[in-house]
């Protein structure tokens, strides 16, 4: 099919089958609103095309040119994009379904609301990219660059992000649930209000990041560092946080009721008011700790070291404390066990 033929069968709404446009200079034209079914366009030139609307099922566009088009509310289908270039591209609201975008370079481009549901990423560059409100369902990014990339509000639900680049990106109000993140560098970063709840974030980085009012329910964060991170009103809640790092970290009003803290370093942690009902805390660290009001009931202490800890008003109920080290702390100062509430316990 020529070029001539191709704008042709576009103005008279055909349906574009199973022809090759490899190479084909469609630079800076308008294919808005026309479908395409298992077509090749392989090595094709789209800069600056506007593309709008436009449906693509089953096409190969392995290695084609689209640096800077616009593809707002594009609709792909089950498509070979590996090695495409889009970068600076709009993808605003277009939808990638069992798309393969491995190697596919998204540097600049613009996703917010694109919905790329089974797509594949792997090694695709989308540094600095706008991903605010994108959904990532059940998506592969194994080692992406996502560095300095938005992800305001982005929807990552059982993602694979495992080896991926997220340095410097800006993570506020996102959603990670189930997702592997394991061993990713989050140090100093902006990483607020967001559901990683369930995620593989196995010795993770977060030394000095900012992860205020985040839900981190049931996560598997072994290993992970933590140290000097502000976590203020941050859910544990279930977490799997044994041998993990929390040196200096300001906790205050966090809940970590159920979670798993053996031997986990909370040296010099600020807690106040923070929830550890039915935490295990078996050989963890906790010396020079601010526990004051801390609710510590039916938590496991055993061997935890809470040497000069303020104590203040904290809740002991029914705690273990067998072989736990109380040197220099105030730890008359906590509240004992309520023998009304034992009773009704049973």
């Not at 605003?92 to 613009?110: F, H, I």
């Not at 694979?160 to 109000?173: E, F, P, V």
């Not at 000097?228 to 544990?236: I, L, P, Q, T």
Request: overall charge negative.
């Amino acid at each position: 099919m020529t070029r001539d033929e191709l704008f042709q069968a576009i103005a008279r709404d055909d349906t574009i089958e199973n022809v090759d446009l490899s190479g084909m200079d469609l630079s800076g034209q308008d294919l808005s609103g026309a479908r395409f079914e298992g077509v090749v366009f392989r090595n094709t030139d789209f800069r600056g095309a506007k593309i709008v609307r436009t449906g693509f099922k089953g096409c190969d566009f392995t290695g084609a040119i689209m640096e800077g088009a616009s593809l707002a509310q594009v609709l792909w289908m089950g498509m070979s994009l590996s090695g495409a270039i889009l970068s600076r591209a709009n993808l605003q609201k277009a939808v990638l379904t069992g798309a393969d975008l491995t190697g596919a370079r998204l540097a600049g481009a613009d996703l917010s609301l694109a919905v790329l549901d089974n797509a594949k990423l792997d090694t695709a560059d989308l540094t600095g990219a706008d991903l605010s409100r994108a959904l990532f369902y059940k998506a592969s990014l194994k080692g992406t660059n996502l560095t300095g990339a938005e992800l305001f509000k982005s929807v990552f639900y059982e993602a694979d992000l495992s080896g991926a680049t997220l340095k410097g990106a800006k993570i506020h109000k996102t959603f990670l649930r189930d997702c592997s993140l394991a061993g990713q560098d989050f140090s100093g970063a902006t990483f607020t209000m967001t559901q990683a709840g369930g995620a593989d974030l196995k010795g993770c980085n977060f030394t000095g990041a900012d992860i205020t009012m985040s839900n981190f329910m049931n996560a598997d964060m072994t290993e992970a560092i933590l140290d000097g991170a502000n976590g203020e009103r941050s859910v544990f809640m279930g977490t799997n946080l044994s041998g993990a790092s929390l040196k200096k970290c300001y906790l205050v009003q966090s809940c970590f009721e159920g979670a798993n803290l053996n031997v986990a370093d909370l040296t010099g942690c600020d807690l106040e008011q923070a929830i550890f009902t039915k935490a295990i805390c078996r050989g963890a660290k906790l010396s020079g700790v601010n526990a004051t009001y801390v609710d510590f009931s039916h938590a496991d202490l055993t061997a935890a070291d809470f040497t000069s800890a303020t104590m203040s008003r904290a809740k002991m109920h029914r705690t273990i404390e067998e072989h736990t080290i109380w040197n220099r702390s105030n730890r008359s100062a906590a509240l004992g066990t309520d023998p009304d509430l034992a009773e009704a316990e049973g």
